[in-house]
T-cell receptor, first 115, second 116 residues
Framework: DTGVSQDPRHKITKRGQNVTFRCDPI?????LYWYRQTLGQGPEFLTY????????KSRLLSDRFSAERPKGSFSTLEIQRTEQGDSAMYLC?????????????FGDGTRLSIL | AQTVTQSQPEMSVQEAETVTLSCTYD???????LFWYKQPPSRQMILVIR??????QNATENRFSVNFQKAAKSFSLKISDSQLGDAAMYFC?????????????FGEGTQLTVNP
């Protein structure tokens, strides 16, 4: 169990640029979640995958945001035409599926700074 | 919509003492899970303890225990024998019980300082 891995740890970019983040979940976990956390606040849900299917999206996920999990393993989160308000920590979490309702395990996050 | 409220932005405790962090939530659901997560500075979120709403017995994990009051929609975390390594931001979180899985709704967090 190597834990949830996120890449990069930090990303600095100019407003208007596109960015892509990657998340590698714990290998046997079929559920994957993306959250956004701004400074001094709790994480806010963005979207959730079960295997390769995107089952839930928050209203926070505007049309500039897109997430994929093509083979049911790693996931990518892309933000197009970045804005100042996109500056945040983007957290990925994964969990086991099934009726036992397993807890979510979080990665270290990707900190995005928009200049 | 479910909401989670942590009314204490900051708390401090002396090493070896006991501290209680407060959390209240609002929901119309009868089956759900509650969690406390710990987030040290620049480090990942770690699960501290969880509570199933259908269980009347309060969860405990070593020095960590909860006081779950379902009717009052209250879920406080007690840390006994506080250690320097307990210093972190603590988040209370709520999750509806669904077999298909669902989002966590977090509170605003409580920053805990442990004084030597």
């Amino acid at each position: 169990d190597t834990g949830v891995s996120q890449d990069p740890r930090h990303k600095i970019t100019k407003r208007g640029q596109n960015v892509t983040f990657r998340c590698d979940p714990i290998s046997e976990h079929n559920r994957l979640y993306w959250y956004r956390q701004t400074l001094g606040q709790g994480p806010e849900f963005l979207t959730y995958f079960q295997n390769e299917a995107q089952l839930e999206k928050s209203r926070l996920l505007s049309d500039r945001f897109s997430a994929e999990r093509p083979k049911g393993s790693f996931s990518t989160l892309e933000i197009q035409r970045t804005e100042q308000g996109d500056s945040a920590m983007y957290l990925c979490a994964s969990s086991l599926g099934g009726p036992s309702n397993q807890p979510q395990h979080f990665g270290d996050g990707t900190r995005l700074s928009i200049l | 919509a479910q909401t989670v409220t942590q009314s204490q932005p900051e708390m401090s405790v002396q090493e070896a003492e006991t501290v209680t962090l407060s959390c209240t939530y609002d929901t119309s659901e009868s089956d759900y899970y509650l969690f406390w997560y710990k987030q040290p500075p620049s480090r990942q979120m770690i699960l501290v303890i969880r509570q199933e709403a259908y269980k009347q017995q309060n969860a405990t994990e070593n020095r960590f225990s909860v006081n779950f009051q379902k009717a009052a929609k209250s879920f406080s975390l007690k840390i006994s024998d506080s250690q320097l390594g307990d210093a972190a931001m603590y988040f209370c979180a709520y999750r509806v019980q669904e077999t298909s899985g669902s989002r966590l709704t977090f509170g605003e967090g409580t920053q805990l300082t442990v004084n030597p």
